[in-house]
């Protein structure tokens, strides 16, 4: 099982869900509000707030997200037109050294890494446009509050999304290369469900940790093909997952039963592989 939703699952344990004697409806503890996140993959603001609702009431709250171009971040893509601007003149020197720049600072960021590896290996790559402010990529800044944030967490959040039929949104764990989000389930059968998603360097290194990821649920394995993307899901223990790529992205999906056995939670997870892989 993965590490991260045990880790999570002490949380609920101990702070989560309380079950009463007295036969009232179980209560559960969850986090409700807004979490603002730099295209960087840094938590800027979390503006949200425990709160304690009866179980039906869980799907009413939530946390969202919103993804933004902070300051110290806001440079990216003027860097990165630097080097675009730099190789369209011939300029391998000074596109290398921007390039350089902008792969210490977010090394998935638009075609940085194979630029400055080609680079390397004596050849001259082809100049990326990002003329459209609105292309992944394209320099939004904060100076520029009308542009859409770009960048790898901005791709990547789209499987980790505020609303999924049957559960509750909460935080997310961030960096420039994953995101991990916690949800809780408006159900009884499942008390906790986490996305997590890894930006890996090719679709070779994605399907790899795919593989490798899929044997950790050996029980009960399915594979189905959902929105063009081959999924794998098994179970282990109370534990149920299904695992797919998305180019040079893994997305795990991972449920929690109630019960003895994460088995019967299969048709569960892909449910929600369904709700984000489109």
Known sequence: MRKFLTIALV??????LLVPL???????????????????GEIVEDNTKEI????SKVGEYGVTTKVITCEVHGDLGALYAQAQDALAAGDLATAR??????IDRDPTYRKAKEQADAI??????????????????????PEDPAAEPTGPVVSLTKYVPDAINGYAAQGILADMASLSRQYIPTSSTAD????????RIDAKAAEAAQAAIATEYPDARQEKTIGG?????????????AVFTD??????VELHATGASGEGLLNDVFAVVESIAK
């Open 229 to 241: 993307h081959a999924v794998v899901a098994g179970s282990n223990g109370q534990f149920a997952a």
């Open 22 to 40: 007295t036969g009232c409806q179980r209560k559960v503890k969850m986090k409700t509000g807004e979490i603002v996140i730099c295209t960087a």
């Open 120 to 141: 390397d290996a004596g050849q001259t790559p082809a100049v990326d446009p990002i003329d459209d402010p609105a292309t992944p990529g394209g320099d939004a800044t």
């Open 192 to 199: 906790q469900l986490m996305i997590e998603v890894e930006q």
């Open 11 to 16: 949380v609920v344990v101990l702070f989560g």
């Open 52 to 55: 304690e609702v009866p179980q």
């Open 247 to 252: 180019g040079a992205v893994t997305v795990i």
């Open 97 to 102: 050294e921007r390039l350089q720049t902008v």
